[in-house]
């Protein structure tokens, strides 16, 4: 039982243009999402997250857009850069502070 | 910023040895620490959540016999994989958080365990 999913196993996208990476929930619970970014044998960073009680969040050139009715949120890289190339996991939570991660989804941000 | 390490970073084992990993908050407080594991291109799965000073609380269809935490204290939690197979091959990553389980988490660098 999946309550957290990333559709999108990898996703390509040129230097300078916009990274969309998507993430669907289903326990109506969560209230409070993540993105963490992870490169290879390392532990996950914290990116930038969003309350329940928000639509939007924005951090330099992320941004986290939240649609409760759809349980689907999004995270938007503008410009996208080589060293943002990584697997970004989305994740959310309830009042017990777990985490539950999707999948992830593999960035390849070209020069 | 608040850092976690994880020791060893990497561990390759025979069959039927028990492994430690050790979790260190370094310059804060964690209450809660909790471990997950990642198995190739899959989710980070969490494992268990641990207390400070109290027993860990598993989550379903982990066995807490063979994945033995400790959290003495509340900079340390330690993992260990008892009687280690070949399928509890994985990487293992700690998480801390500073005051209450629903405070940021932050991630440890992971240790990748191999039992041959």
Not at chain 1, 13 to 39: A, H
Not at chain 2, 10 to 27: A, H, P, W
Not at chain 2, 73 to 92: M, R
Request: net charge positive; hydrophobic share 35%.
């Amino acid at each position: 039982d999946q309550q957290v999913k990333q559709n999108s196993p990898s996703l390509s996208v040129q230097e300078g243009r916009i990274s969309i990476l998507n993430c669907d929930y289903t326990n109506s619970m969560f209230d409070y999402f993540l993105w963490y970014k992870k490169y290879p044998a390392e532990g996950p960073t914290f990116l930038i997250s969003i309350s329940s009680i928000k639509d939007k969040n924005e951090d330099g050139r992320f941004t986290v857009f939240l649609n409760k009715s759809a349980k689907h949120l999004s995270l938007h890289i503008v410009p996208s850069q080589p060293g943002d190339s990584a697997v970004y996991f989305c994740a959310a939570s309830s009042n017990t502070g777990k985490l539950i991660f999707g999948q992830g989804t593999t960035l390849q941000v070209k020069p | 910023g608040a850092v976690v390490s994880q020791h060893p970073s990497r561990v390759i084992c025979k069959s039927g040895t028990s492994v430690k990993i050790e979790c260190r908050s370094l310059d804060f407080q964690a209450t809660t620490m909790f471990w997950y594991r990642q198995f190739p291109k899959q989710s980070l799965m969490l494992m268990a959540t641990s207390n400070e000073g109290s027993k860990a609380t598993y989550e379903q269809g982990v066995e807490k016999d063979k994945f033995l935490i400790n959290h003495a204290s509340l900079t340390l939690s330690t993992l260990t994989v008892t009687s280690a197979h070949p399928e509890d091959s994985s990487f293992y990553i700690c998480s801390a958080s500073l005051q209450r389980a629903e405070d940021t988490q932050y991630f440890g660098p992971g240790t990748r365990l191999t039992v041959l």
